[in-house]
Structure formats: structure tokens, C-alpha cells
């Protein structure tokens, strides 16, 4: 927390208008901008990139817009990201829990059995997060996987149905953008927000894509704040205010120039935290370098495949009255590949996870397309592939549609003579070589070894929390979805409303916010909804 004699510091100068450095043009860093500048604060945002929104980003090089990055919103209850999406009229929609499985040999699953197994999958799921948030002695090198194999042993089932269910538990994978057997036991309740089990958190799938969303967002915090784009920093230069009597200006190095200002936030990725990208004069104080380098940061990409019909769920293009809606789409909206044997080209025979865009949406938002989602080694194999090549190039299209093709051949109704069944193009995400988005996608929480003599314990909750307070005696304060409440890490939500709370603490320490403004006080207009170990309490930003 802001100490009392930082505040008194800051105080001190509000009687000029205090000048914020906002590093970072993502959903954390324009809610920041926003709430600053309503606040009568001076707001600078510098973003390395041409655009703004981060890891929040679009492409229509398929003749369509498609998200880049964020495509849910996690949570419909009191969530500000649903409330944008119905101002700007985005279609987000409610996914069922219906999913097709393609067993180690490419063999369709008999959908009661695959529905009882996936089942079973979630119903240990559930178990994990239960024990997660009940116990307190779990070994910080005790996986989700573990949990799975204990668990699994108990219910005593075929070999054959436990190696499945196994296998269709590295789905989990695809949530958090690493291999389930990293997946943290003991820190698996931080998880929680992505599960949706709570009643709080239910996810939906933004079809329009978050643009609207987005543009909205940049509208506001441009309304207040001057944007230098194309603008990256290097290094930040501070100091401390506890010692030397006084707050000093903070000297930001970008690419082109040396600025000062009162104060620094920092909404640059954890990745590039990880990566001392900017590097900070002095460095960091041992707790946050700490943190930084215990909270792991995961790597989850997709590759687009578009076609000229949606050749599996013909009738998901039948405009008559009699077509299936959403809820009895021919073809499910998700299905898995498990452990692909019959794909050479699968060097490890990584699960994939397909998403239709053309099946259990609205019928506004249908497209011929496909989505995978590929995390971890995969996503790295994939990405290398077709790193530095342009989109349009015919080995970006062949490199992508080899790979792929084995598992789009085994939909329904595939036939290699029809040019139906030919993409028309193919478009891949490459986060893990970005610099910006620190070569990775976003938090997570993986498992650590046992301590050892004078070594300290691994424990992320406090990381996060370190993270959260940033060094606001050096007046740097720190943003985005790895600050976020427990509720929300990982998410856009969680981005938006961490850019908001370090606001608001600027705001108050200058003397410059409202009464609801001040840290710890909670009213109507704040969430209290609970979560996790300690209960945590929303009560940072406003909620309705």
C-alpha cells in the first residue's frame, strides 16, 4: 500500500497538475489514461507499437475480421468488458458444453462416451480447485496431472478410459497457454476466473471480435491524453522519495528522446518485465524482481483456416426458417484431437483444440472458418515455421495448411477433389516472437521445486499482490492482466480494472480523487465478491 508519507510527498506538489507517464497503449494502460485525465491529471501514453490495444488486435486478412489476441469475456456478472460489449453492440455469445473428440487414431468418439468422458475431466477439475482452495500444505512441485492420476486411480477405470481421459485433460493446456503438467496444484485456484465453474464466472466467446470494444476504450482515454505511437522505452530513471525528503522527477528513455514526469505506469507485459524490458534505474526492489521471476508467463497462439463453405456443418449455412439455431448446430462449436498418432507431421503428437465459426453461433456471426488453438512446444513449432514470412506468401499458406490438414480432412463431409473443401487462406498468430507482448501471450501459474536450506518459498498469490503495489516511493506503479484482482488474472477484464485501481491510487495520492477513491473503502458502486484463499475482496474499482 501507498505509505503515508509518499502521500504527504505527492500531496505536497498537487499544487501544479501532477504529469503521468502511462507505458503501454493495451486495455490496462487506456483505463488508466481515462480515469488519470477525469481525474484533471496530465496523462502521456507511449506505445512501442503503430496502434493501440496490445495483445487486444484484429486482422481481415482473411476477407473477415478476426481477434489476434483476446476473443472471450470472462465473466457476465458486474464485468465492465460485457458492459462495452453491449454499448458498442458486440455479439458475445454463450457457448454450450457439447464437443466432439477425435481419439489417437483420428476415429471420430461415440458422443456418449466422449460427453462421460469430458464429463469426468471437468468433474476433477472442479475436485482441483476445491482442494486448491482447501488445503494448505500442497507441494509447490505437485501438478494438476498429479491431481489427475490420483484421482483417477481412485475411480478405478479401464486402462483405456483413463488414458483418455488423461489425454483430454491437456485441453487445459489451451486455457492457459502451457502443458497441463505444469499447471500448479497448490496456486490452481488462481486459476479459477478461467475455469468459469463459479456462478460469477461464466465465459463468453466475443464473435463480432473486440474491436468495437476496443475502439470505444482508445476513445475515451484519447479524450484526455496526449499518444505518442511508435514510441518504445528503453530505460526508466527514478528515485526514491522515502530518502531523499522529496519526489523527484522520473526520467523515461525512449527510442528518440528523454522525458520526465511526476509518475510512471507500467503496463508493459510480463514477459517483458521478464525480459528487464525497460530496464529500471535502480533495478527493482528484490521483491518485485522476485515476483517477476516466479509468476510464469504462458505462450497460446491460433491459426485461422478459412474456406469457401463450411463444408463440415453444411446446414450451418441455410438461411430458412427451418436451419438450426446455435444450441442444435450439426457440427459442435469445440472438438479435441487427442495425441494424433497418424500425423508424422505432429513431431510429438501434441493435442490440438478446434473451435468452428461456423457452428453454435448466431447466424449473423457464422463463418467458413476454423480456429486452433495451440499452446506450449506446439505453439513454438508452429510459429517457427512460419516466422518472418509474410501472410500472403504461398510457403506461409503451404507450411500452415500441411500441418493442419490431417486434422480439417477428418471433418465431416471432407473431400480432397472438391475445392470446397481448399482453404482460401490461412492466418497464424505469432506471440512468441513479438518483443512487445514479451514473446509470450499472458500469466500463469506453474509448478516450482520443493525449498531447500535458506532458499525462500515460491508464493504467487504475494507475488501478485508485490506486483500490485508496485514502487510507488519511486513513483513507478505497475498494470495489466498479471496485477490484476485474483478474480480476473489473465483476462481483459482483469487489465482493465488493474489500470483503473493504480488510477485511482494516483489520483488519492495527489489528493486529487473523490471519496470513492480512497484505497480500502468499499460502497455500492464497488465489488465485493470473494475469491480464493484469503478472500480476496474487489473493492479497488467500480463495478456497475
Request: charged share 25%; aromatic share 10%; proline share 5%.
Amino acid at each position: 500500500m501507498l505509505g503515508r508519507a509518499t502521500m504527504r510527498n505527492k500531496v505536497g506538489t498537487a499544487a501544479r497538475t501532477p504529469h503521468v507517464c502511462v507505458v503501454g497503449a493495451g486495455f490496462s494502460g487506456l483505463r488508466c489514461a481515462e480515469v488519470l485525465s477525469e481525474k484533471g491529471i496530465k496523462v502521456t501514453i507511449l506505445e512501442g507499437r503503430d496502434r493501440i490495444g496490445g495483445r487486444v488486435h484484429q486482422d481481415n486478412h482473411l476477407g473477415h475480421l478476426v481477434d489476434m489476441g483476446a476473443n472471450w469475456i470472462h465473466g457476465t456478472d458486474r464485468n465492465p468488458i460485457l458492459d462495452l460489449a453491449k454499448e458498442t453492440n458486440t455479439v458475445a455469445s454463450s457457448i454450450g458444453e457439447r464437443s466432439g473428440i477425435y481419439d489417437e487414431l483420428g476415429d471420430f468418439m461415440n458422443e456418449k462416451k466422449a460427453e462421460r468422458l469430458s464429463g469426468l475431466v471437468w468433474g476433477i477439475i472442479a475436485d482441483a480447485f476445491k482442494y486448491s482452495n482447501d488445503t494448505s500444505s500442497v507441494p509447490p512441485d505437485r501438478s494438476l496431472r498429479d491431481f489427475f492420476v490420483e484421482k483417477l486411480e481412485e475411480k478405478k477405470l479401464s486402462q483405456g478410459d483413463t488414458k483418455t481421459v488423461l489425454q483430454i485433460a491437456q485441453m487445459w493446456g489451451a486455457f492457459i497457454g502451457d502443458p497441463f503438467e505444469r499447471q500448479s496444484l497448490k496456486y490452481f485456484w488462481l486459476e479459477e476466473c478461467i475455469d468459469g465453474g463459479m456462478s460469477f464466472m461464466k465465459n463468453l466467446f466475443v464473435t463480432s471480435t473486440y474491436k468495437a470494444i476496443l475502439d470505444r476504450v482508445g476513445k475515451r482515454a484519447l479524450a484526455g491524453a496526449t499518444l505518442h505511437l511508435s514510441t518504445y522505452v528503453n530505460r526508466v530513471h527514478t528515485r526514491d522519495s522515502m530518502l531523499t525528503g522529496k519526489p523527484g522527477p522520473v526520467k523515461v528513455v525512449t527510442n528518440d528522446d528523454t522525458l520526465e514526469f511526476d509518475e510512471v505506469v507500467i503496463t508493459a507485459s510480463l514477459g517483458c518485465l521478464k525480459r528487464n524490458e525497460p530496464v529500471f534505474y535502480p533495478q527493482l526492489p528484490a521483491r518485485l524482481s522476485r515476483a517477476i521471476k516466479n509468476i510464469s508467463y504462458g505462450r497460446l497462439e491460433k491459426v485461422y483456416i478459412k474456406f469457401p463453405t463450411a463444408f463440415w456443418d453444411p446446414l450451418s449455412q441455410d438461411d430458412s426458417d427451418s436451419a438450426p439455431d446455435a444450441e442444435t448446430s450439426a457440427f459442435p462449436f469445440s472438438s479435441h484431437f487427442l495425441h494424433p498418432l497418424y500425423d508424422p507431421g505432429n513431431p510429438h503428437s501434441w493435442n490440438l483444440e478446434l473451435v468452428s465459426l461456423a457452428s453454435g453461433l448466431p447466424r449473423e456471426a457464422r463463418q467458413p472458418t476454423l480456429l486452433f488453438y495451440i499452446h506450449g512446444p506446439c505453439a513454438a513449432h508452429i510459429t517457427n515455421l512460419i516466422h518472418s514470412m509474410k501472410p500472403t506468401s504461398s510457403e506461409y499458406y503451404s507450411r500452415l495448411n500441411e500441418f493442419f490438414k490431417p486434422y480439417y480432412s477428418r471433418l465431416p463431409n471432407f473431400n480432397a477433389e472438391s475445392e470446397t473443401c481448399t482453404p482460401t487462406g490461412l492466418l497464424a498468430t505469432d506471440w512468441s516472437h513479438d518483443q512487445l507482448a514479451g514473446y509470450g501471450s499472458y500469466t500463469n501459474f506453474q509448478i516450482s521445486h520443493s525449498t531447500k536450506g535458506d532458499e525462500q518459498e515460491v508464493e504467487l498469490d504475494k507475488d501478485i499482490e508485490s506486483l500490485r503495489e508496485g514502487v510507488p516511493e519511486r513513483a513507478i506503479w505497475l498494470a495489466g492482466e498479471h496485477t490484476a484482482p485474483f478474480v480476473a488474472l489473465g483476462t481483459v477484464t482483469g487489465a482493465y480494472w488493474s489500470g483503473e485501481a493504480v488510477a485511482r491510487r494516483i489520483a488519492e495520492a495527489y489528493g486529487m480523487g473523490g471519496e470513492d477513491d480512497k484505497v480500502g473503502k468499499e460502497d455500492d458502486n464497488r465489488a465485493t465478491i470473494k475469491i480464493g484463499k484469503g478472500g480476496e475482496t474487489l473493492n479497488g474499482v467500480d463495478v456497475d
